[in-house]
């Protein structure tokens, strides 16, 4: 006889969504210390629920430049496939049920917020129309530094190649630098997208830049948008114990999974071309979120 099904208010649900490498493991990490919260780092459900179309070879092999989708967009309309647009009243309640239920397994009796750290955040859209009454942590990082982080942990001996990552060889580095580059950009749209339809009482946006300075404070505007009242001085304690400055030389580096921590390091760590091919796909969303770029691509940008 299967166990008793536990419940889980999707009120409690806070999606932690944006970009892998944008501090999103250490931002969760200090949430969790909140009283009784609970944890779900990297389900996957977007990698699930949004395959890439086309997959990442195609950014080495193809004849033109190729344009990031999923497969979600583009069979849609397909008979056959499993969330055809057509039977989303019989597959939406159920995927909702099978996705509370799963995280109420894991939450088990406690009653705090559920913080779910959803990589595959080009979903984000199926995923927030399914749970108009969860909330939302928009994590932003600047592109250039993400496809920099990329870079380090495609490398021999990384931390993430007990993840399924691999050395990537020099020849490859190119196309890598493009897909990561279009995934950022893809993405990051894809998530404001969700973000400015969902419920203003119920979202936020940090940036990782100012999270780094002052994590304290932005602790504090996620606890407001999760409808917690913040208790400034236990935020402080938890900033001050996550603290990435505090973490020993000999836990972080080039092959760890925290570096350094250090926005603008892709100044030094990518080649003057890697840098261009980084920006012809970067550049547009970086200039849409405020992030500087050299002034006079800059101003043609933004008047296109």
């Known amino acids: 006889m299967p166990p008793e099904r536990l419940q889980l208010d999707e009120d409690r649900l806070v999606w932690i969504m944006g970009s892998s490498r944008s501090g999103s493991t250490w931002l969760l990490r200090m949430l969790c210390e909140l009283d009784d919260a609970v944890g779900i780092d990297?389900?996957?459900l977007g990698h699930h629920l949004g395959v890439?179309?086309?997959?990442?070879?195609?950014?080495?092999?193809?004849?033109?430049?190729?344009e990031p989708t999923t497969l979600l967009d583009v069979k849609r309309e397909k008979q056959g496939y499993l969330f055809n647009e057509r039977y989303e009243e019989t597959w939406?309640?159920?995927?909702?049920?099978?996705?509370?239920?799963?995280?109420?397994?894991?939450?088990?009796?406690?009653?705090?917020?559920?913080?779910?750290?959803?990589?595959?955040?080009?979903?984000?859209?199926?995923?927030?129309?399914?749970?108009?009454?969860?909330?939302?942590v928009f994590l932003l990082r600047d592109g250039?530094?993400?496809?920099?982080?990329?870079?380090?942990?495609?490398?021999?001996?990384?931390?993430?190649?007990?993840?399924?990552?691999?050395?990537?060889?020099?020849?490859?580095?190119?196309?890598?630098?493009?897909?990561?580059?279009s995934v950022w950009a893809h993405r990051t749209r894809e998530v404001a997208h969700a973000f400015g339809r969902h419920d203003p009482a119920?979202?936020?946006l940090v940036r990782y830049e100012d999270l780094l300075g002052?994590?304290?404070?932005?602790?504090?505007?996620?606890?407001?948008?999760?409808?917690?009242?913040?208790?400034?001085?236990?935020?402080?304690?938890?900033?001050?114990?996550?603290?990435?400055?505090?973490?020993?030389?000999?836990?972080?580096?080039?092959?760890?999974?925290?570096?350094?921590a250090e926005p603008g390091g892709w100044r030094r760590r990518l080649t003057p071309r890697e840098q261009r091919i980084a920006m012809e796909e970067l550049a547009q969303t970086l200039v849409s979120f405020g992030y500087p770029i050299r002034e006079d691509r800059a101003q043609r940008l933004s008047a296109a």
Not at 102 to 127: D, H, M, N
């Open 42 to 44: 990297d389900p996957h």
């Open 52 to 66: 890439w179309r086309p997959i990442p070879l195609a950014w080495a092999v193809a004849a033109e430049r190729p």
């Open 92 to 136: 939406r309640p159920l995927l909702r049920e099978l996705i509370l239920g799963r995280f109420a397994a894991q939450a088990g009796e406690r009653s705090g917020p559920v913080f779910v750290k959803e990589p595959g955040s080009q979903a984000a859209g199926l995923i927030l129309s399914l749970f108009p009454g969860s909330r939302l």
């Open 144 to 181: 250039r530094d993400v496809v920099d982080s990329w870079l380090a942990a495609y490398q021999d001996g990384s931390w993430a190649q007990e993840e399924g990552a691999f050395p990537l060889a020099p020849e490859g580095r190119e196309a890598f630098i493009r897909w990561q580059a």
């Open 202 to 204: 119920r979202r936020v």
């Open 214 to 260: 002052e994590p304290a404070l932005h602790l504090s505007r996620i606890c407001e948008a999760i409808g917690k009242a913040p208790d400034h001085e236990r935020l402080a304690a938890i900033a001050d114990k996550h603290d990435i400055a505090a973490v020993p030389d000999t836990a972080k580096g080039e092959a760890r999974a925290i570096r350094a």
